[in-house]
């Protein structure tokens, strides 16, 4: 008798685990963001011009982004400068850290710069000077920016959040970090600000998908962004030695890329953002299993896919 009861209870919560997968909404609030996005620029658009640049930020804009992804690190005299790496090396060819030096000390870009997720390819520009995040600001002052904080530096995330504040921003930009604790700093600082999955809880949130458990846990994050797996170790070449391993991309494509799980974010009013598609088959490849945009080195060429797969009418 208790055995057939467990079934039943068993059964019962799968069938309601299943039915809230499909409508979140008997439980949830629809997220309603102030920005919708298909088309984001990875660090303004680095296949086409130099990374992180105002004239790449310019050129991405004028190509039809919809979002602009940088980094931000802070230098010696406390000004927030646009920049992937914190050391200048691969950037400049000088090995020293941003925050040794001034803003009026940073060295130009390198006259070439290859492409992270492009490997093999390079972007060139006239524009080598590293951008303040203010003057980007002032630049785009509408257009919607994603801030990943990769260092755990309370003087950068409070004047990043000040910038924020101060230009009246806060919908339009998304605190991004793989870091938890770092996270919740950033949103201390402005929790007004929407913000993405930290690795941590991103792998919370692949629990919770696969014991059922998600349709009855709310979810404070806005955004999901990951790796479309499939550019691993063809278009972008890991330094993670254990990315290198067929199996372990294989497992992460298999336990992530799944349309249902996509789907019901996006049913709750999330945004599913797939990184870096720099080839028009990884972005086939990412909408078709659910993402609701891309991120792309190369604005122009995510502009002409996007003009020839527009969104189908809704009926």
Request: aromatic residues 8%; proline residues 5%; glycine residues 6%.
């Amino acid at each position: 008798m208790d055995a057939v009861l467990c079934l039943l209870a068993f059964g019962l919560y799968v069938l309601c685990s299943l039915y809230l997968l499909l409508n979140p909404q008997i439980l949830h609030k629809k997220k309603r963001l102030a920005f919708q996005c298909r088309h984001i620029s990875h660090r303004g658009g680095a296949g086409e011009k130099i990374e992180n640049t105002i004239e790449a930020f310019t050129h991405a804009v004028e190509a039809g982004t919809e979002m602009l992804e940088l980094d931000c690190h802070l230098t010696q005299d406390g000004c927030v400068v646009v920049s992937h790496d914190k050391n200048l090396g691969r950037q400049t060819g000088h090995n020293i850290d941003i925050s040794s030096l001034k803003l009026q000390e940073l060295p130009p870009y390198k006259e070439k710069l290859e492409v992270t997720f492009y490997v093999g390819h390079y972007s060139t520009g006239q524009d080598r000077k590293f951008a303040p995040l203010e003057d980007v600001f002032l630049k785009f002052p509408q257009m919607p920016i994603n801030i990943e904080v990769k260092e755990n530096n309370d003087a950068l995330i409070e004047k990043v959040s000040s910038l924020v504040k101060k230009h009246n921003r806060e919908s339009i930009t998304v605190w991004a970090t793989e870091d938890s604790d770092i996270m919740t700093k950033c949103r201390k600082q402005c929790p007004a600000m929407p913000y993405s999955f930290t690795m941590r809880r991103g792998l919370v949130l692949l629990v919770l998908f696969y014991t059922g458990l998600l349709p009855f846990v709310p979810l404070g994050e806005s955004l999901l962004q990951f790796y479309l797996p499939s550019i691993i170790n063809r278009t972008y070449i890991p330094e993670e030695t254990v990315l290198k391993k067929r199996f372990v991309v294989f497992l992460m494509e298999k336990l992530t890329m799944r349309k249902s799980l996509f789907n019901h974010l996006v049913k709750r009013g999330m945004q599913v953002q797939l990184f870096v598609c720099n080839e028009e088959n990884d972005m086939e490849a990412a909408f078709s299993v659910g993402a609701t945009g891309v991120m792309s080195d190369y604005p122009t060429v995510l502009s002409d896919y996007l003009r020839k797969h527009p969104i189908p009418p809704t009926k």
